[in-house]
């Protein structure tokens, strides 16, 4: 590796906060740092303020790696209305009552407002039954990538090891979830840019 890295005169990027990022996930693990980002001299000069990281090892026995090289920008987040929604209990009730919660003389502000009503409510429904999904996936990426952590210094204990399994088996299912998600935002994409062309 480092006589390639030399003949190709490329420099490995420092990975920050972790010595390895492979286990074989067995009990004790065997715990590698296989995975690495190479750069030259001059994008490292002209990149001097990015930040390689590990996240969390969730689907895969590789933890991936993340090369940060400029700060994010929130947008503002818009109301979208989910598919699976329509499966969950409660949300025929929470329509029902949304919708009937609006008495307005005008009828196209009446119609304005019993959106507005149901937008309003559904989001909170949805947090209340499904919670943040993005949320969870963060919350248990950040929990493994803690646990990996923690197995390069000392063996996770048998309720360590075994939370770590369950959270990984959890963002497996919503991982499938957000993809669910992200096929009917894809579609309604399609059919959007379809129709304009």
């Given amino acids: 590796f480092r006589r390639l890295t030399n003949d190709l005169m490329l420099k ?81 009730e929470t329509v029902a009552t949304a919708w009937g919660s609006v008495h307005d003389p005008d009828p196209f502000r009446r119609l304005m407002l019993r959106l507005q009503a149901t937008t309003r409510m559904l989001t909170s429904w949805s947090a209340k039954t499904t919670g943040c999904i993005r949320d969870k996936m963060a919350i248990s990426r950040e929990l493994i990538s803690r646990f990996d952590k923690a197995q390069e210094d000392r063996l996770l204990s048998p309720p360590e090891d075994g939370l770590r399994k369950q959270l990984k088996i959890a963002y497996l299912g919503l991982a499938s979830l957000e993809r669910t998600i992200v096929r009917q935002r894809a579609r309604i994409t399609t059919l959007n840019e379809g129709d304009a062309n």
């Fill in 12 to 92: 490995e990027v420092y990975l920050n906060g972790r010595r390895f990022t492979w286990s074989n996930e067995q009990s004790p693990p065997t715990l590698v740092h296989l995975d690495r980002v190479l750069c030259t001299s001059d994008w490292e000069d002209t990149h001097a303020d990015c930040h390689l990281r590990c996240l969390a090892s969730v689907v895969s026995d590789h933890s991936p790696l993340l090369l940060d090289c400029s700060p994010t920008h929130t947008a503002r987040r818009r109301f979208h209305f989910e598919d699976y929604w329509m499966r969950l209990p409660g949300f025929h």
